[in-house]
């Protein structure tokens, strides 16, 4: 034979295929997933029986754990011994078993998730209530198999005479499935079996009058009666478990949180350490000490509080931020005829009903075939002892045994076990008393062969001898109920108060988009002067804003996006220092700009409005409250059309004037109540008819006619006007002229258009900026107080090829403008 016909081709995918498919039907069946008839994974079932059938039973002495990892492993299951003996710790461990299995002595772990020690140090027995998993299993109650290596059996699944997969819960993963089923109460559950057991056509509604919901050994609070009953009918809900906690007051006005359950499979250590590491970070204002008080009495975890210090309010941000509070998912997967179902409550019981009629029967049927065996051998004696004298004769006269055997079976018509019987009968038992006890023995035989049969005949007494058993199962193991249930999921609600503490600082935002919160100490430290901020070269402060830690920030782009930024979101820095990039702190878009940004107190205020001014000349007016967002991403704020920009974004009270000032120098004034109000993506509405090319570069908000409008030319010149002379206007008109620009070849500019304009009241200190990265400042009182139609007077002189490109006035009117 050559090489080359030593090997057949194969193609990989089907070889994959092949190869995962034994795989992942080898850790659904045979590891990760339960039986649905005795709630054990086939390791689980392993230890049990191992553990029974070296005789390692509650009567007696504990035993080494390794010795029973050993026979685990070499007898039936030949894994890793921690594998094996991972299963045996779970089974032991009250904390994650509702009922233990394992009744273990030493160091088996703790709820801290210490590891249990080493295996050679532990020792074991079977718990109490593991006996009722395997009661009978000698009786032919199960199938058994041959093991890996067909050198003693096992037993497919164990008789469980109580539902322990509802009662101890189960939780692994497999290839393409995993299952997560809770722990309930062993009285409750068992009350439902009985009940589908006695009414096959019970709704769900009324089986869980009798299971109100899981049991977990941890107690704590269960949330969410719409999630048990999703879990109970589909198999997969959703509930909330809550630790039970208690505000309890200590001398000199300080209280402290108290906490004596925590949710199921919660690590207590992890728990207590990320409180605690809340209060290092300070991320709540108010905690003084966490302690675990933690022995020999119980759970107990303590939340030491400041004086003062919002109880109500840092429980609840616990309960938020930490695994105080914990969602559990009900994924209720269990193996059904060797494949892998996901059940609701009803199904798993009727499968467990059904075993247990099948366990209970094929006990009847081996205790009906030992009683006739023994019913046939006492009718043989009584049969020989009324003829003794004839059968002493026969067996007398016989050559051996055998013969004696022989001649008993066709003299007197004995079976063969008869005449082995009466062969081996002990003379004292030729007694007058032992002949009246084989007689009475024979009756009550005969009237338990009877029971037997009716029991075999009447489906009726079968159901009522399974429930007798595990009502003597209910009530010798049944515990009170130690979680207790809550229709209602309560949601948390965490005031901003309790996270951060009030604080009085000022923020920064500059040019090229710098932003930064600065302690007022630090501002005073530093010479408590606003022009003296840290910045980087070439760039400026564009906006201070006197705020608070508890304020948010409404941060407008040119695109028409808003975020909502929390004042406390902002980094702190030092007055000296630039601060950090806007977009390390919102994710704003590289092409968008920054144009507004406004710090409100409480965004749900009535009465308060957010204008929008485009540079096209479009107006829209929208309700404060529509604002608010849980959002931290970029929300629609505005809808802009493509030529067109976001110039301003302004808070109004609705009781003003908005007065619009153009490039080219033409203006209108008109009630802002000529703005409807409209909705958040609205595209607004024309608010001044503008020439073409023309565009809007200033929106000023103006009262009354007291004051004057400042407008400047990018030349430098500007002037002064009364309010007075901009007479209202209705919306949408050209407008009126608010400078004249000087042409001519022999005349020098004035200027050819507008940069800037400013609502004065009283004098302010504008702050120049030129392309060339020029400064320099001028009050403006300075300009010359003039008519509409003037030309203006050079106020802030630039170099020919120079011009400007910003003024910012030094305390801006709309910088500190907050909701009250």
């Known amino acids: 034979m050559s090489l080359s016909e030593q090997f057949l081709p194969a193609y990989l995918e089907e070889m994959v295929g092949d190869r995962f498919g034994r795989y992942s039907k080898y850790i659904i069946q045979d590891r990760a997933i339960p039986d649905v008839r005795d709630g054990l994974k086939p390791v689980q079932r392993r230890i049990l029986y191992a553990m029974y059938d070296s005789g390692n039973t509650p009567e007696k002495a504990y035993r080494k754990s390794a010795k029973t990892v050993g026979d685990v492993m070499g007898n039936y299951h030949p894994h890793g011994d921690s594998s094996i003996y991972d299963g045996m710790v779970r089974m032991a461990q009250p904390w994650k078993m509702s009922h233990v299995l394992v009744d273990g002595h030493g160091n088996w772990g703790s709820q801290d998730d210490d590891p249990a020690a080493a295996m050679r140090y532990t020792e074991a027995r079977l718990s109490p209530i593991a006996m009722e998993m395997l009661r009978d299993i000698e009786k032919r109650t199960v199938l058994f198999k041959d093991n890996f290596d067909?050198?003693?059996?096992?037993?497919?699944?164990?008789?469980?005479?109580?539902?322990?997969?509802?009662?101890?819960?189960?939780?692994?993963?497999?290839?393409?499935?995993?299952?997560?089923?809770?722990?309930?109460?062993?009285?409750?559950?068992?009350?439902?079996?009985?009940?589908?057991?006695?009414?096959?056509?019970?709704?769900?509604?009324?089986?869980?009058?009798?299971?109100?919901?899981?049991?977990?050994?941890?107690?704590?609070?269960?949330?969410?009666?719409?999630?048990?009953?999703?879990?109970?009918?589909?198999?997969?809900?959703?509930?909330?478990?809550?630790?039970?906690?208690?505000?309890?007051?200590?001398?000199?006005?300080?209280?402290?949180?108290?906490?004596?359950?925590?949710?199921?499979?919660?690590?207590?250590?992890?728990?207590?350490?990320?409180?605690?590491?809340?209060?290092?970070?300070?991320?709540?204002?108010?905690?003084?000490?966490?302690?675990?008080?933690?022995?020999?009495?119980?759970?107990?975890?303590?939340?030491?509080?400041?004086?003062?210090?919002?109880?109500?309010?840092?429980?609840?941000?616990?309960?938020?931020?930490?695994?105080?509070?914990?969602?559990?998912?009900?994924?209720?997967?269990?193996?059904?005829n060797k494949a892998p179902h996901q059940l609701g409550l009803k199904s798993i019981l009727e499968a467990y009903i059904a075993h247990q009629r099948e366990v209970v029967t094929n006990r009847i049927k081996f205790e009906l075939e030992k009683a006739e065996d023994r019913a046939h051998v006492l009718e043989g004696l009584v049969k020989a002892l009324n003829i003794l004298d004839e059968v002493i004769a026969a067996i007398k006269a016989s050559k051996n045994r055998q013969d004696a055997q022989n001649n008993l079976q066709w003299m007197f018509g004995f079976s063969e076990r008869q005449a082995d019987s009466i062969l081996t009968l002990q003379l004292y038992r030729l007694t007058n008393l032992e002949i009246t006890t084989l007689e009475k023995e024979l009756a009550d035989i005969q009237?338990?062969?009877?029971?037997?049969?009716?029991?075999?005949?009447?489906?009726?007494?079968?159901?009522?001898?399974?429930?007798?058993?595990?009502?003597?199962?209910?009530?010798?193991?049944?515990?009170?109920?130690?979680?207790?249930?809550?229709?209602?999921?309560?949601?948390?609600?965490?005031?901003?108060?309790?996270?951060?503490?009030?604080?009085?600082?000022?923020?920064?935002?500059?040019?090229?988009?710098?932003?930064?919160?600065?302690?007022?100490?630090?501002?005073?430290?530093?010479?408590?002067?606003?022009?003296?901020?840290?910045?980087?070269?070439?760039?400026?402060?564009?906006?201070?804003?006197?705020?608070?830690?508890?304020?948010?920030?409404?941060?407008?782009?040119?695109?028409?996006?808003?975020?909502?930024?929390?004042?406390?979101?902002?980094?702190?820095y030092k007055w000296k220092e630039p601060g950090t990039p806007i977009v390390n702190v919102i994710s704003l878009a590289k092409e968008d700009r920054i144009v507004s940004v406004i710090p409100i107190k409480n965004m749900e205020e009535i009465g308060k409005s957010l204008v929008f001014v485009t540079k096209k000349g479009q107006v829209k007016r929208t309700e404060l409250t529509e604002y608010a967002t849980k959002r931290s991403?970029?929300?629609?704020?505005?809808?802009?059309?493509?030529?067109?920009?976001?110039?301003?974004?302004?808070?109004?009270?609705?009781?003003?004037?908005?007065?619009?000032?153009?490039?080219?120098?033409?203006?209108?004034?008109?009630?802002?109540?000529?703005?409807?109000?409209?909705?958040?993506?609205?595209?607004?509405?024309?608010?001044?008819?503008?020439?073409?090319?023309?565009?809007?570069?200033?929106?000023?908000?103006?009262?009354?006619?007291?004051?004057?409008?400042?407008?400047?030319?990018?030349?430098?010149?500007?002037?002064?006007?009364?309010?007075?002379?901009?007479?209202?206007?209705?919306?949408?008109?050209?407008?009126?002229?608010?400078?004249?620009?000087?042409?001519?070849?022999?005349?020098?500019?004035?200027?050819?258009?507008?940069?800037?304009?400013?609502?004065?009241?009283?004098?302010?200190?504008?702050?120049?900026?030129?392309?060339?990265?020029?400064?320099?400042?001028?009050?403006?009182?300075?300009?010359?107080?003039?008519?509409?139609k003037d030309t203006g007077k050079l106020l802030a002189p630039v170099e020919k090829k120079d011009e400007i490109v910003n003024v910012l006035p030094r305390s801006e009117p709309q910088s500190s403008q907050t909701v009250e």
């Open 150 to 336: 067909n050198s003693a059996k096992e037993p497919v699944v164990l008789p469980s005479r109580y539902p322990n997969l509802l009662v101890n819960g189960s939780s692994g993963i497999s290839a393409g499935f995993a299952t997560e089923i809770p722990t309930h109460s062993l009285r409750e559950v068992i009350d439902a079996t009985i009940a589908v057991m006695e009414k096959p056509q019970i709704e769900l509604e009324e089986i869980m009058t009798f299971i109100k919901g899981p049991d977990f050994p941890t107690g704590g609070l269960i949330m969410g009666g719409e999630g048990i009953k999703d879990a109970y009918r589909t198999g997969k809900g959703r509930i909330y478990i809550r630790s039970k906690t208690e505000i309890q007051s200590l001398r000199g006005g300080k209280q402290q949180l108290v906490i004596t359950e925590i949710p199921y499979q919660v690590v207590k250590s992890r728990l207590v350490t990320a409180m605690e590491n809340i209060r290092l970070e300070k991320k709540v204002e108010g905690i003084a000490e966490v302690r675990d008080e933690s022995g020999r009495n119980g759970l107990r975890i303590v939340v030491e509080l400041k004086k003062e210090a919002d109880a109500e309010g840092i429980l609840a941000y616990l309960l938020k931020k930490t695994d105080l509070q914990v969602a559990y998912n009900f994924n209720m997967v269990a193996i059904v």
């Open 447 to 572: 009237k338990k062969i009877t029971q037997y049969r009716s029991i075999l005949d009447s489906d009726r007494k079968l159901i009522s001898l399974i429930r007798k058993e595990l009502l003597e199962i209910r009530e010798k193991y049944g515990i009170d109920r130690r979680s207790e249930i809550q229709g209602e999921v309560e949601e948390i609600k965490v005031n901003l108060e309790v996270m951060v503490a009030a604080e009085d600082v000022l923020l920064t935002l500059s040019k090229d988009g710098y932003v930064k919160r600065t302690s007022m100490l630090s501002f005073t430290r530093s010479g408590g002067e606003r022009s003296n901020s840290g910045v980087k070269e070439g760039d400026y402060i564009t906006q201070f804003l006197d705020v608070n830690t508890l304020d948010v920030l409404l941060v407008f782009t040119q695109r028409g996006q808003y975020f909502l930024l929390p004042v406390h979101q902002v980094p702190e």
């Open 633 to 788: 991403s970029a929300v629609a704020a505005c809808k802009v059309a493509g030529d067109d920009e976001i110039l301003s974004v302004t808070l109004s009270d609705n009781s003003k004037d908005i007065m619009l000032i153009t490039r080219a120098g033409m203006s209108i004034r008109f009630k802002e109540q000529e703005v409807n109000a409209m909705g958040r993506v609205s595209a607004g509405v024309k608010g001044i008819q503008l020439a073409e090319g023309d565009e809007i570069v200033a929106a000023l908000w103006v009262e009354e006619d007291e004051g004057e409008v400042l407008v400047l030319t990018e030349s430098g010149y500007g002037k002064r006007t009364l309010l007075l002379d901009y007479p209202s206007q209705g919306r949408g008109g050209k407008g009126i002229s608010t400078f004249e620009f000087k042409e001519g070849k022999r005349v020098r500019s004035n200027g050819t258009r507008i940069v800037a304009a400013f609502y004065c009241r009283e004098a302010v200190q504008l702050f120049v900026i030129t392309s060339e990265g020029q400064t320099m400042s001028f009050l403006s009182e300075k300009a010359p107080l003039t008519d509409r």
